[in-house]
Each structure stands twice: as structure tokens, then as C-alpha cells.
């Protein structure tokens, strides 16, 4: 988690990938809870910038992104992946 760099606001964006296709679907932003719980949880949390509160992607509208992996890292091949335990 440390190797996270949050904003100045305690934000990270964090763009969503389909698992099979490597489409982008969307991009949102998280701050250190919301990674937190998408880390544990298995289901993706984002910060609303809008509403200024966590949201769970899908909770209303049943379009829910599930986790496949989290990786971090550069604009290159390069990248670390991040499991609950690194979280915690």
C-alpha cells in the first residue's frame, strides 16, 4: 500500500479493465479506504469526488465489477500486483 501515491486530496485514479478483454471500461478515483475495501471485500469501492463519500460500484444499479487482480505501477510493463494482505 505504501507504494501507493495518493493526491493531495488522498486520491489515486484507478482505471477498470475488463479481465478477459483488456477493454477499459471507466475510471474512477479511490482513496485509501475505498482501495482498502475493494482489496478485501472483492467487489471495486470508489471515492465520489461529486458526493464527497465511498461508493460500491453497482450497489444500486446491479452492475457490479468484481475483482480480478489490482496491479500497480508504470505507464510500461512494469507493475506490482496487490493483494487483501498488502491492505492490511
Request: hydrophobic share 40%; proline share 1%.
Amino acid at each position: 500500500m505504501k507504494e501507493l501515491k495518493f493526491d493531495n486530496r488522498g486520491l489515486i485514479p484507478a482505471i477498470v479493465q475488463d479481465a478477459d478483454s483488456g477493454q477499459v471500461l471507466m475510471l474512477g478515483y479511490m482513496n485509501q479506504e475505498s482501495v482498502n475495501l475493494t482489496l478485501t471485500k472483492g467487489d471495486v469501492w470508489f471515492y465520489s469526488r461529486s458526493r464527497q463519500e465511498l461508493w460500491n460500484k453497482g450497489a444500486t444499479s446491479g452492475n457490479k465489477l468484481i475483482v480480478q487482480e489490482v496491479c500497480t505501477g508504470e505507464v510500461s510493463c512494469f507493475f506490482q500486483r496487490l493483494s487483501a494482505e498488502d491492505a492490511a
